[in-house]
């Protein structure tokens, strides 16, 4: 069996090439922030109570944006080195045998199968621990591994203490870890801020444990960019950019059409079942659910809703909060703003607003309509320019229409109000009593004529 493993993500910097006021690790890409990318990784390795964060910068926002239960925290008040990071969560981490696993909360890409390889080779190996590194071209910002004559790693050195011979080496450390956890609390308060940034450099643990007689290896990843830890919007972006390219290509080798996949963006958390198209500038966010067979269409959003088989969200559909029942149409140009629910082969046309209602099977609203805390029956039909008056000012008032019901065009119901099945409600009405169900209601001035009026109002303007 596999000795347990504590993993600790240092997340306490404030990353001043970010140019903001907030923590670093709080930026988002993919749709998560950054912490929450490592989290999820290191979940895939340990159980949350194994995991822990260093935080500093907005402590309180950095714990609370994490919303992994069970997950720790340490505060490390000042940041004064990666070293001195680990060593403040010291009381409560020495206590955990077994392998300790450093990560960096602004580290994103790294994947669990790599991670496992480095635990793999820490556990099965009898040294102290191991690094993780890579080779490459232009090794410029990272710390660079000297190895002795024998090969072996003998210590880091950072790339503002190396002499132009060290900046030559190529293999960089990637600043991940895997130490055997008694050893390197063992030997951690040997570390020393005898550098010029008068830091605490974790990288010196190498070197420490090597004079101790222990060996530390060198695990050398594939690329480099895996490690990737990113230090200002540019790279955010980019970083970005590879997220949403992984998603969207998985997307398409489980069967979802997306064209112009360059241009829409789908956060990982998105499920879209088989022959399910997507156009050109979708965004589908959050925790969306979509089934098989439908159309997201162009420049629509749909966040954090649940969309059934056979829906077509047509172009500028903004969906947010809602349950869409299989074979509606809304759209183009509808907004399901928030909590609603559209029950099978309802139809939402353009320009119509839904907030907290329940619209029934089959029932219409095919334009210009705002349809607030309703209740709305099967077979309802909603005439364009149908408006509920949900809100007096002071509260949010329920409107209940029943199934089979006809709304003609541009009436104002005014809530609280009761449209009872299969009623009629006459075009221009403004409803403010019940119209009970099998009846007319009907809420407009009489029409007047008067016959030859126009033709003598033209008249008197010729003379
Ligand atoms: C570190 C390594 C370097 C390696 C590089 C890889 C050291 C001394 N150097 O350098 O060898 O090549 O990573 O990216 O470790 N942090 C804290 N508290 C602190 C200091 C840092 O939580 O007091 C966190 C930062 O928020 C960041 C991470 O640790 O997420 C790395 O710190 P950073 O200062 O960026 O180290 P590098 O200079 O990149
Ligand atoms: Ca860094």
Known sequence: MQPPVTIVILAAGLGTRMK???AKVLHRAGGKTLLRHVV????????AERIFAVVGHQADEVRNSAGVPGLGFIEQKEQLGTGHAVMAGRDVLAKLDGYLMVLYGDSPLLRATTLR????????????????TAMMDDATGYGRVLRDAHGRVSRIVEQKAATPEELSIREANMGIYCYRADLFWKHVGEIRPDNPAREYYLTDMAEILTRAGHAVEAMQIEDAREALGINSRVELAAVDRIF???????????GVTIEK?????????????MDTIVEPFAQILGHTRIGENCRIGACSIVQDSSIADDVEIGPFTIVGT????????AGPFARLRMENHVEADAHIGNFVELKKTRMGAGAKASHLAYLGDSVIGEQ???????ITCNYDGFKKHPTHIGAGAFIGSNSTLVAPIQIGEGAYVGAGSVITQEVPGGSLGLGRAQQVVKPEWANKRRALGKK
């Open 20 to 22: 903001s006021r907030k």
């Open 40 to 47: 999820d990784t290191a979940l895939e390795l340990a159980p």
């Open 117 to 132: 390889r480095l635990i793999d080779s820490a556990t099965t190996g009898d040294g102290a621990g191991v690094l993780m």
């Open 244 to 254: 949403r390219e992984q998603k969207v290509r998985e997307l398409m080798l489980g």
């Open 261 to 273: 996949p360059e241009t829409v963006t789908i956060d990982s958390s998105v499920c879209i079942g």
């Open 322 to 329: 809602s349950v869409v029942e299989r074979g509606v149409h």
């Open 380 to 386: 309802v039909n909603i005439g364009a320019g149908t």
